[in-house]
């Protein structure tokens, strides 16, 4: 190639290149970690900001450049995901929000996809905020997702005054009757009342469980245990 053509074809690349940058930049909204914020709150009934305050799903504390499937203190994820060698970052979040099934098939995601590229640049701003320690205050626990009102816990079970501290729990027929410490009978329609666990080191002491109001409805509730061997034990079949 003479110089000539050298000096007419070397710009050419150039303005190429440039117009490429410029089509992706314009294709991939850059984020913004406080509207991004507000998004996870949806998030927020499966996932923590917590560093191993694991829920449905596993904490996102440190998500950003970690390897999928690797978080130690938590065990439930699906063999797909471990196999996956996938990294989170940008990219991987990306085409994961878009679509988790497609992007890693077989995994136990149940979040069906997001398809508007703003918000996943915000959610994934967020993200990598988050695991550097500088997101935005309001979102984990704030109200406005789309799952607000069935969010999980996040106090203390043992320091629970004793409206909260069950005494007793006596069934019959449909319905559920829990005592509390304060003297409180509460009636439940058995489809409205869910026992559940929590072992860690904010769940309710042995043998002293605890209840909870529970969804978006004044008659249902959870009562927490400290192991699963106690309900059968603490639920006596009275009439």
Same mark, same amino acid.
């Given at each position: 190639?003479?110089?000539?053509? *050298?000096?007419?074809?070397? $710009? !050419? /690349?150039?303005?190429?290149?440039?117009?490429?940058?410029?089509?992706?930049?314009?294709?991939?909204?850059?984020?913004?970690?406080?509207?991004?914020?507000?998004l996870f709150s949806a998030c927020a009934a499966c996932h923590s900001l917590a560093p191993d305050r694991n829920m449905t799903g596993p904490s996102l504390a440190g998500v950003w450049e970690r390897k999928a499937g690797n978080l130690k203190s938590f065990e439930r994820y699906s063999p797909a995901l471990k196999a996956s060698a996938i990294v989170w970052d940008e990219r991987? /979040?990306?085409?994961?929000?878009?679509?988790?099934?497609? +992007?890693? $098939?077989?995994?136990?995601?149940? +979040?069906?996809? *997001?398809?508007?590229?703003?918000?996943?640049?915000? /959610?994934? !701003? +967020?993200?990598?905020?988050?695991?550097?320690?500088?997101?935005?205050? !309001?979102?984990?626990?704030?109200?406005?997702? *789309? *799952?607000?009102?069935?969010?999980?816990? +996040?106090?203390?079970?043992?320091?629970?005054?004793?409206?909260?501290?069950?005494? !007793?729990?006596?069934?019959?027929?449909?319905?559920?009757?829990?005592?509390?410490?304060?003297?409180?009978?509460?009636?439940f329609w058995e489809a409205n009342l869910r026992f559940k666990t929590d072992s860690s080191n904010t769940g309710p002491l042995e043998g002293k469980p605890v209840i909870l109001p529970a969804g978006m409805m004044g008659d249902r509730a959870s009562v927490f245990f400290a192991a699963p061997e106690e309900m059968s034990a603490f639920i006596k079949h009275q009439c």
């Open positions: 190639m003479n110089q000539f053509v *050298m000096r007419l074809f070397v $710009p !050419a /690349l150039a303005l190429a290149a440039a117009i490429i940058a410029t089509d992706v930049r314009a294709e991939t909204p850059s984020g913004n970690a406080k509207r991004g914020a507000q991987t /979040l990306d085409a994961w929000l878009t679509s988790p099934s497609h +992007f890693i $098939p077989d995994n136990r995601m149940t +979040f069906a996809g *997001m398809s508007d590229a703003g918000q996943r640049a915000d /959610l994934i !701003a +967020f993200l990598k905020a988050a695991s550097s320690g500088q997101a935005p205050t !309001a979102a984990e626990g704030q109200p406005g997702g *789309m *799952m607000s009102g069935m969010a999980p816990h +996040f106090q203390d079970l043992k320091a629970l005054g004793p409206d909260r501290q069950v005494e !007793a729990i006596r069934y019959c027929h449909d319905t559920y009757r829990v005592m509390t410490a304060d003297g409180r009978t509460a009636d």
